[in-house]
């Protein structure tokens, strides 16, 4: 199916998992703004954009650096990508902070980053995308497997996305109407630089032997779902779901 004349936005979209994604919708046709957090996250800018040009001659594709836990900065992310590109068909957030620590050892400034990066800017972006998002659209969220599992230490982690569902299902039935479709994907822990600095050798083993292969998620496991819930899979709206091989369920 192709996206040609579609815009979609891609939230941490320039490494990882979100520059996996823009790989996948580029040669369907897609315009991208891709979207980043910090300066050392620009070093990759240039390195997917060749990516991307090979991928997709022609393609069309913007970046912006923004800090996504404020309504005036969401809001003028969208404003701009709209103002540059005539309209925005595609949402795909896939920002994301990982802390793993008992809860007695959690401060309450920990506590305060983790709900303003995993929930506040997840509720901003599904609040701008359903303002800005062209009727038959989609927006889509990336949370976390450990929502479906029993497990200490990621407490406020999985914390601070399980509203995620919330936001997902209120704002895929307030949506229904203009056919856009509102899904949240819940990856298992992912071969990324986002998931080992807080894990031992020994728990990156335990989570590798939990699923199909012995190994971790990988970015090429998620993003072809992605690509679907932006073509084919759109009937599918209000869902969360659990791509891990097999980590956890419910």
Request: hydrophobic letters at 40%; aromatic letters at 8%.
């Amino acid at each position: 199916m192709s996206l040609q004349g579609k815009v979609a936005i891609v939230t941490g979209g320039v490494k990882n998992l979100g520059a996996e994604i823009a790989l996948q919708l580029a040669p369907l046709g897609a315009s991208l703004a891709l979207h980043y957090n910090s300066a050392s996250s620009a070093d990759h800018v240039n390195g997917l954009q060749q990516q991307l040009e090979k991928a997709a001659p022609g393609i069309k594709v913007k970046f912006y650096q923004a800090d996504l836990t404020t309504e005036k900065a969401v809001e003028s992310l969208f404003a701009s990508v709209k103002k540059d590109f005539g309209r925005i068909d595609i949402v795909v957030n896939t920002v994301g902070k990982v802390l793993k620590k008992g809860i007695a050892d959690v401060s309450e400034e920990e506590y305060d980053t983790m709900f303003a990066v995993n929930s506040k800017s997840a509720f901003l972006v599904l609040k701008a995308g359903a303002k800005y998002v062209e009727d038959g659209g989609a927006l889509i969220t990336i949370v976390t497997s450990l929502l479906a599992a029993f497990t200490g230490l990621y407490t406020s982690y999985a914390g601070s996305k399980a509203p995620v569902e919330h936001f997902t299902r209120g704002v895929a039935k307030e949506l229904l109407g203009r056919q856009v479709s509102v899904t949240a994907v819940a990856p298992g822990p992912m071969d990324t630089p986002f998931f080992y600095p807080q894990e031992s050798p020994e728990a990156v083993e335990y989570h590798k032997s939990q699923a199909m292969g012995n190994r971790l998620t990988d970015v090429k496991d998620i993003a072809p779902i992605v690509k679907f819930l932006c073509t084919e899979g759109k009937w599918i709206t209000g869902q969360t779901i659990f791509a891990n091989g097999g980590y956890t369920t419910r």
